[in-house]
């Protein structure tokens, strides 16, 4: 009975028995410093990292955005395979409408097409014709040839006849646009070196919806006049938003007649990130310059950037026929982003409440560090931690009434 008595004494006393705070002044320079110094990477932690850095104490919003673009100039070409050939914008911006809603692309980005570099193949009619030779497509004879088979690698419907490609290889024929296109032929040099010179107006409209805050790249100093004679430089004219190719491609670390004859993909990265609790003026894009396709020295299979697209035409006796055109260019992409801040009521609380929460945590540090690393940790041990035993006879009942009296 006794034993179930003092079972049941002990866990009243781990129930109800009430912990205070004890001050312990602990004169040791070492534990002080320990204290201190915890105490000083908190507030550093808080001001310098939290606030300054990352400002915490801001409300955020991301950027919506819209891009137009404009690009001009023209070129002059006069190669033997090809008659001489002024070349404006309606001809080396193809195809314009593709790009503009291409659904492949991130929100908020826009692109445009400079065509560099072309194979042309003219005069195309919907005929039979030998098929390119391969591994797949040569034969010996008619039974080689499947008819009705169409090779999505290949060029055409079979029609289940061995022809003769020329006078030592004889290949399947097809049922296709004829003559057959021979992209082999890509010139090595670009078609269109001179669109180097070409320059891009891009105009970029922002806001930041949460903070009504609304600003396009065409700054308020920017006028008619201005935009005539202007042109980017990083270092002598960075709000001008007129580009031209040769140098976007050289801020990118590129040489333009190289990306040129097989064609590539280029980023205009614009950086709306701003700090609105200071002055709406000081918030203007950043402009960078980055290649985005793949450009690995060792792997070089299917490079560059290229598609194919067709212009029609009938004949005065109603036939159709098509120059068919494989387009090899740069692709630019203008890709927008940026987040702005502005001090809100509701992050500051919370932040410093985060602060005041590490705080605490300081004198647990400066406990562990007593209590583990000092000589006198034993001592430190008994003096920090006193149960009191009380005796029933130091507490008399008149010192119970002047306390409910007080």
Known sequence: MSKSTGCCRDFLHYVFDYETPKTLVIPSIRVGFVFRFTQLLVVLYTVG??????????????????????????????????????????????PP??????????????SFFVLTNLVMTPGQTQSRCAELPNPSTTCVDDCDCVEGYDDPRGNGIRTGLCENYSSTVKTCEVLSWCPLEIDANLPKRPLLAAAEN??????????????NFHKRNI???????????????????????IFRLRHILAEAGEDFQDMAVKGGVLGILIDWSCDLDWWPGKCRPKYTFRRLDDKHPDNNVAPGYNFRFAKYYKTPEGEETRTL??????????????TAGKFGIVPTIVNLGAALSFLSLVPMVADWFMLTCMKKRDLYSRQKVTYLVEEPQTESVSDVHSCFVL
Not at 50 to 56: G, H
Not at 325 to 338: L, T
Request: proline share 5%; glycine share 4%.
């Open 325 to 338: 055109i494989k387009a090899y260019g740069i692709r630019f992409d203008v890709i927008v982003f940026g």
């Open 198 to 211: 070409f320059t891009v107006l891009i105009k970029n409209s922002i806001t930041y919806p949460k903070f």
């Open 49 to 94: 990292y939290v606030c300054v850095v990352q400002k915490a104490y801001q409300e955020t919003d991301s950027v919506v955005s819209t891009v137009t673009t404009k690009v001009k100039g023209f070129a002059f070409t006069n190669i033997s395979d090809m008659e001489p050939r002024f070349w404006d914008v309606a001809d080396y911006i193809i």
């Open 97 to 110: 409408q593709v790009f503009r809603t291409c659904s492949s692309l991130p929100k908020g980005d826009h």
């Open 219 to 241: 700054l308020p100093h920017i006028n008619s006049s201005y935009l005539k004679t202007c042109e980017y430089s990083r270092k002598t004219d960075p709000d001008c938003p």
